[in-house]
Nanobody
Framework: QVQLVESGGGLVQAGGSLRLSCAASGRTFSNYAMGWFRQAPGKEREFVAAIKWSGGMTYYADFVKGRFTISRANANSVYLQMDSLKPEDTAVYYC?????????????????WGQGTQVTVSS
């Protein structure tokens, strides 16, 4: 079965950096887009970034442009490099695999999800 496992979350001061990793298995991931979403307490899950596995095209939410970078490596790893972190970036971050090879920004287009990793940014 498809499994996505995130790691790399933690506590960091404002202005700091974290690198999230997503290890994927159980699917030919090169056929599908991958995304990162986040959910803060009391808020809905929101799109952060996505990447087309084939070709590497990326797309970002406006609030992370210039600070976060999504990338992929080999056949089953996706990363989210987060720099210049702000307290408002505090959330549980989720890795997800889309049902299509095209970049999509809505959560319902992603049938497979990891368990999430907590990112906390202190001021």
């Amino acid at each position: 079965q498809v499994q996505l496992v995130e790691s790399g979350g933690g506590l960091v001061q404002a202005g700091g950096s974290l690198r999230l990793s997503c290890a994927a298995s159980g699917r030919t991931f090169s056929n599908y887009a991958m995304g990162w979403f986040r959910q803060a307490p009391g808020k809905e899950r929101e799109f952060v970034a996505a990447i087309k596995w084939s070709g590497g095209m990326t797309y970002y939410a406006d609030f992370v442009k210039g600070r976060f970078t999504i990338s992929r490596a080999n056949a089953n790893s996706v990363y989210l490099q987060m720099d210049s972190l702000k307290p408002e970036d505090t959330a549980v971050y989720y890795c997800a695999s889309a049902r299509t090879g095209s970049i999509v920004v809505i959560a319902s287009a992603y049938p497979y999800w990891g368990q999430g990793t907590q990112v906390t940014v202190s001021s």
